[in-house]
């Protein structure tokens, strides 16, 4: 062939493909005007890179895996189901009790949830324990785990190959062995190096018919956009009355050890529940479980998943486990709602703060209707490039009496936010678009009990290490600085 003609030939079908791309990207992000924007230039800008890119991190297919989790959750959820629709409606059944009174709680904040994620209920009677760091996490964690009588469940983004990943596994196979039914579900990419070393593999060749252990969306070439729906849940069961809910991944930087530099230690907040809310946090895990393996339940091991539940404090809790075809941008819509409700303070703890800008105006205008407005950010991210994004945002807030704060030392994984120092919402879900609309969160939102109380303490504390940012640092940033923070920016809809 005629070396011209050859060229000739590869530029066009280099050009259909673009062409197929931008068309691609234009019909699949409508309602995403920035992110469509940013797409088109990368693989406009970045010949045959920019493509490949494009597909493993822009072809996300929410619509069509949301409507396959959904098809999941409405048959886990009919009472016509034939393997377990007893064991459900008794459950349902049992909870109804513990609905609290419109008037026990904020009818303003309650009514808005109620319709905004409607698939799970407000529950009373709840006691919840916060916990700080690792330190504190695993060992209540392996004690309650040498305790359980009849299943546990556990599902985390991050699992390490590491101590405290083979401490907690080691813990997990001898309670198997023992007969206790124990099922244990990992993120492909959050958990991607203990896949790689075989981690797992090494607990599954033990062949107890009691411990299965699989991964949420496993990772496939022929499937790239796997990689950005991600369940970043973080969740323990055990007996289906104790739950451990929150941002502590399973990996020894969680801990303070001398076999790690102190710059790796890492910060972050956990919580333990007992209560009615533990079996809603139950029902979050078999969903994922059920949709993850193409399984069905087996009804005998139900009614050790879902006890009858009893009083064991004061707290209100609302589970809010969100992701496509699951109360899809649950999350986001929980943030919304505390920008428009809160009357006094609205405090927010989180490692990561790339949301898009139209909760930047939110909270502008929250901050203008003289209510106090204070995000907290890690000063050492782990994350460069997603904390040169955030800092693109400071001006606007700060330019609204919105004030943000870094908290020095080690880097803070901790997320929680803080409402009139009277409702909270803590768990997995980061102050970002990829929480907001592509994750698999679990968190919950609580009113009254000493949780609150506790958890004002730690904002207290997270601020006592605080500096805070001023207007006059950021415009006294250079040209350059300002310039790499909204490059970096650009790319919000993927961090």
Known sequence: MDHSLLLFTIYAIYLI????????????????????????LVIILLPVIGMIFYCFFGIIRIKTIGVRVQRIQNFVDSSKSKYMGKQIKNYLENLKKFIPKPESCNPEVRKILDNLIPLRLPLSGNHLELLRDGTSVYPRMLEDIKKAKYTIRMQSFIIMDDPVGKALFDALEAQAAKGIDVKVQYDSFGSFKASFTYFFHRYIKQNLNNLSIRPFSPLNIFTPWRIQLRNHRKLLVIDGQIAYIGGVNIAQENI??????????????????????????????????????????????????????????ESIVKVVDSGPGQNYQGSQNVFFTAAATAKKSLWILT????????????????????????????????????????????????????????????????????????WAFMGSSNCDVRSFRLNFELDFCVQKGTFIDDLKAQFDEELASCEEITLKAINNKSVFIKLRENFCALFAPIL
């Open 17 to 40: 493909l673009q062409l197929g791309f931008a068309t691609h990207i234009l019909l699949t992000r409508t309602d995403e005007s920035a992110s469509a924007l940013m797409w088109l």
């Open 351 to 422: 490692p990561y703060f790339v949301p898009d800008y139209s909760y930047i105006k939110a909270l502008s205008m929250t901050a203008a209707r003289g209510v106090d407005v204070r995000i907290i950010v890690p000063k050492n991210n782990n994350h460069p490039f997603v904390a040169q994004a955030s800092q693109s945002f400071y001006r606007s807030l700060l330019s609204s009496d919105v004030k943000v704060f870094q908290k020095k030392g080690n880097f803070s994984h901790a997320k929680a936010m803080l409402v009139d120092e009277e």
């Open 256 to 313: 303070k050890s001398k076999k790690l530099p102190r710059r790796k230690h890492i910060h972050d907040l956990h919580c333990r529940i007992i209560g009615p809310a533990v079996a809603e946090l139950q029902m979050a895990f078999l969903k994922d479980w059920v949709y993850s393996t193409r399984s069905k339940l087996v009804a005998e091991e139900l009614p050790y998943d879902f006890p009858p539940q009893k009083s064991e404090g």
